[in-house]
Nanobody, 126 residues
Framework: QVQLVESGGGLVQAGGSLRVSCVAS????????MGWFRQAPGKERDFVAA????????YYGDYVKGRFTISKDNAENTVYLHINSLKPEDTAVYYC???????????????????WGQGTQVTVSS
């Protein structure tokens, strides 16, 4: 059973930067992708970024526009999300996810992911 634990959220001023982390346990050779979603109050869960766990290929949501960078450390079973030039609209709960199947075209859909963390709150003040 894969377990995901996020950390690194908090209160940040607009224009600042933040790195959130996700430590995974129980990963197997069937783990193909790790990713990040975010969900603001009253809104749907949106795809932010994903990374191939073996390949290192990266995928980003349409609205990301260069401010978000996903990276990984396989030795530490950790995936990171760096966010630069934070905006108040980035305020959300950020969730880590793992997918145990191939086919990258479905990564933007929450239903395509097999495991989820509990989320970490990121709040950006103006």
């Amino acid at each position: 059973q894969v377990q995901l634990v996020e950390s690194g959220g908090g209160l940040v001023q607009a224009g600042g930067s933040l790195r959130v982390s996700c430590v995974a346990s129980g990963l197997t050779s069937s783990t193909y992708y790790m990713g990040w979603f975010r969900q603001a109050p009253g809104k749907e869960r949106d795809f932010v970024a994903a990374i191939g766990w073996s390949s290192g290929d990266t995928y980003y949501g349409d609205y990301v526009k260069g401010r978000f960078t996903i990276s990984k450390d396989n030795a530490e079973n950790t995936v990171y999300l760096h966010i630069n030039s934070l905006k108040p609209e980035d305020t959300a709960v950020y969730y880590c996810a793992a997918r145990e199947r191939q086919y990258s075209r479905v990564l933007r859909f929450p239903s395509a992911w097999d495991y989820w963390g509990q989320g970490t709150q990121v709040t950006v003040s103006s």
